[in-house]
């Protein structure tokens, strides 16, 4: 059965039986071998945008030029 098969009959599923479906394929996921190189327990960074107030004064100032080029 391919994904194209199966989409169709998820999307008529309840957001509940979703809900499940997810928590059962990420069970099977966890089981199987080799599927990422990440290690059980240990920890990993996550780059997020939180405390990135560089980033969002360079986002401020190429807004600034769009709006100025487009008046």
Not at 25 to 30: G, N
Not at 31 to 55: C, Q, R
Not at 57 to 63: C, D, W, Y
Request: aromatic share 6%; proline share 8%; hydrophobic share 40%.
């Amino acid at each position: 059965m391919t994904l194209a098969e199966v989409l169709p009959a998820v999307k008529r599923l309840s957001p509940t039986e979703k809900l499940k479906l997810i928590r059962i394929l990420a069970e099977d996921l966890d089981v199987a071998e080799d599927i990422s190189p990440l290690e059980p327990f240990k920890t990993y960074d996550l780059p997020t945008p939180y405390n990135s107030f560089g980033a969002g004064a360079v986002l401020m100032e190429t807004l600034k030029h769009l709006d100025a080029s487009e008046s």
